[in-house]
């Protein structure tokens, strides 16, 4: 009767790969509302919100820059 750490991995990256748009903006408005209550912070912030971003896109599987029709 243990966690199965295996499951609930899959699902999270599940989880990742399905909202990744929804994760960004959240991030985006994370990031927005940070630079309001720590002004002269922004390339800090900006830095941290990136390397999240790369993060999360580690789990996405569409382009980026969708191929032109």
Excluded: V, W, Y
Excluded at 21 to 27: R, S
Excluded at 38 to 60: P, W
């Amino acid at each position: 009767m243990g966690i199965d750490f295996d499951a609930l991995k899959g699902k999270a990256e599940e989880a990742l790969r399905e909202h990744n748009d929804q994760i960004e903006q959240g991030l985006d408005k994370a990031a927005d509302f940070a630079k309001s209550k720590f002004s002269g912070h922004d390339s800090q912030i900006d830095s941290g919100i990136e390397k999240a971003k790369d993060f999360l896109n580690k789990f996405d599987d569409t382009p980026d820059n969708p191929p032109a029709r």
